[in-house]
């Protein structure tokens, strides 16, 4: 095989501007329907449920593990200055502001964005979705518009829950094994946060609810060629949510930071 | 004067980049006929169904349901004509998730605006008109087996009753018994509902039993079409040698996928 850098380069480029121009058509269409009426109530409803509540147990874990390492690891470097006593308002703030949305992103990515592109993309290579199109449902309207929905009104009411229960996770350690006050840990971590820590938290929420569930849509809607077609869909799925999650964290904290 | 047919195909093309799939596609159906097209895999069956269907954007080509032209239609006024056909997948293409009543009332419900008392009633009627009791209708669809997943198919397709039916090789896989099954319920649903029925398949047992006229498709071209009587003496050395399934001849056997 001799195939130039330069026709390398120029193929991965023309790939990559049509895949965003795809996705952003894509996303376009599936707000539109989003906001027109009618809505299918039991649709999302249903999927509020599939990534709300069943993702409850993963991110919870995740979170109070996060929350305990948290705590543990911030002992050992800020004791090197004598600045234990900042442990509550660290593990608070890396919480709300970064590992609360980031980690809670990146399992429900792993779990629902997984789920999403599988189920669609078995209903596109069984020839379900054009079914639905001989019904007169627009698929957009009835499988997109509302997963998209659900992710992003869901995550950032998962995040709330895993940013309380990462804090929970630093208050046992902080308590039980560094020896803090209980009152005065959790009057440190209540009196230190504030309210746009915990809210641009959310907003990121909100916006990789939207990315992970459009990246779940988006290659099951467009996944063909049977099952293997339907395997690498989810693979994309999952990865492309990961990193637009970590790749948009940077950017919407930088957008705070200047507040 | 002829009426004017229910289904109107003019110079109809679609490539996938440099495969021409269907070059120039010239077809009438009357309104209450039974067309069938048959062809070989790959020869642009699915393609064709999926153009009149409005699934695909024919490249050129006008397509007049009723004297109406539905090529390049906004997604809205193509929901109406949609309401308008009937549509049995290859494979069934039942939703997994609903039961099998809540898949033939779907159309009812989701796009007619129902109750669902009513569509359930609807549905168990239409389950009942394709041989199923109304036990069936509190089914999975993965809990069927193959031909029943078809029958059910086919009462959701039948549910709103349209105007036009397209059956998609509704005979592929199933045992020969079966196949007959389903041919003697597509004709009794199409003649119950008077509607016109476009069906595609390789199989010539159910071409010859579901159709009024037969049209064969070849390398994107309908190279002969005629009476379902007059097939046997089409003197047409593509269309003996398909409805024979002889190997040798005239065609040649499509290697690439379309």
């Keep these: 095989m001799n195939v130039p850098v330069i026709t390398v380069l120029g193929r991965v480029t023309l790939d990559f501007l049509a895949g965003t121009g795809a996705m952003t058509s894509f996303a376009g269409r599936a707000l539109r329907q989003a906001v027109l009426p009618p809505y299918y109530h039991r649709q999302i409803l249903r999927q509020i449920m599939e990534i709300g509540y069943y993702s409850l147990p993963v991110v919870g874990l995740t979170a109070i593990f996060t929350g305990m390492v948290l705590a543990l690891q911030s002992y050992t470097g800020f004791a090197r200055f004598s600045a234990e006593s900042a442990i509550p308002n660290v593990v608070v703030v890396s919480l709300t502001r970064e590992l609360g949305p980031v980690l809670a992103g990146l399992m429900v990515a792993g779990r629902v964005g997984a789920a999403m592109a599988a189920e669609i993309g078995t209903m596109r290579v069984t020839e379900q979705i054009d079914a639905l199109e001989t019904l007169s449902t627009d698929p957009f309207k009835y499988l997109v518009a509302p997963r998209l929905l659900a992710g992003i009104l869901t995550l950032p009411i998962l995040v709330l829950v895993a940013d309380i229960i990462g804090v929970f996770g630093g208050y046992l350690v902080g308590v039980y094994k560094l020896g803090f006050n209980d009152t005065a840990y959790l009057r440190n971590t209540v009196d230190f946060v504030t309210f746009l820590d915990v809210f641009s938290g959310l907003v990121k929420a909100a916006f990789f609810g939207f990315l992970i569930t459009l990246m779940g849509c988006y290659h099951g809607y467009t996944s063909k060629g049977g099952a293997r077609g339907v395997g690498m869909a989810t693979t994309n799925a999952v990865v492309s949510a990961s990193m637009l999650i970590l790749t948009f964290n940077y950017f919407i904290t930088e957008a705070f930071f200047s507040l | 004067m002829t009426p004017s047919p229910k289904i109107s195909v003019r110079g109809l093309t679609k490539a996938f980049g440099p495969k021409k799939v269907l070059q120039g596609i010239d077809l009438d159906i009357a309104s209450g006929e039974s067309m069938v097209v048959i062809g070989g895999s790959g020869t642009g069956k699915s393609v064709l169904l999926k153009c009149i269907l409005g699934l695909m954007r024919p490249d050129s080509g006008s397509i007049k349901i009723d004297g109406e032209e539905i090529v390049g239609l906004g997604s809205r006024q193509r929901e109406a004509v949609m309401r308008k056909f009937g549509m049995l997948f290859q494979g069934g293409a039942l939703f997994d998730s609903p039961k099998v ?6 159309g009812p419900i989701q796009s007619d605006g129902m109750a669902p008392g009513k569509a359930h009633d609807i549905a168990i009627e239409k389950l009942g008109s394709v041989g199923l009791g109304p036990e069936i209708g509190e089914l999975y669809p993965s ?5 029943m997943q078809k029958r059910v198919a086919l009462a959701r397709a039948i549910a709103r009753a349209p105007e036009i039916i397209f059956f998609d090789e509704p005979t592929t896989g199933l045992d020969p018994i079966m196949a007959d099954v389903i041919n003697d319920l ?8 008077g509607a016109t029925a476009v069906s595609i398949t390789h199989d010539m047992a159910s071409a010859r039993k579901i159709g009024d006229r037969i ?5 994107g071209k309908l190279i002969w079409q005629g009476p379902v009587g007059s097939i046997d003496r089409s003197g047409n050395a593509h269309v003996e040698q398909f409805i024979h399934g002889r190997a040798d001849g005239p065609i040649r056997m499509q290697v690439r996928k379309l």
Excluded: T
Excluded at chain 2, 186 to 193: F, G, K, M, T
């Design chain 2, 215 to 219: 049209g064969m498709l070849y390398e």
């Design chain 2, 143 to 147: 809990e069927l087996s193959g031909g």
């Design chain 2, 101 to 106: 009543w809540e898949n033939v009332a779907f």
């Design chain 2, 186 to 193: 597509i004709v009794q649903c199409v003649r119950d509902l």
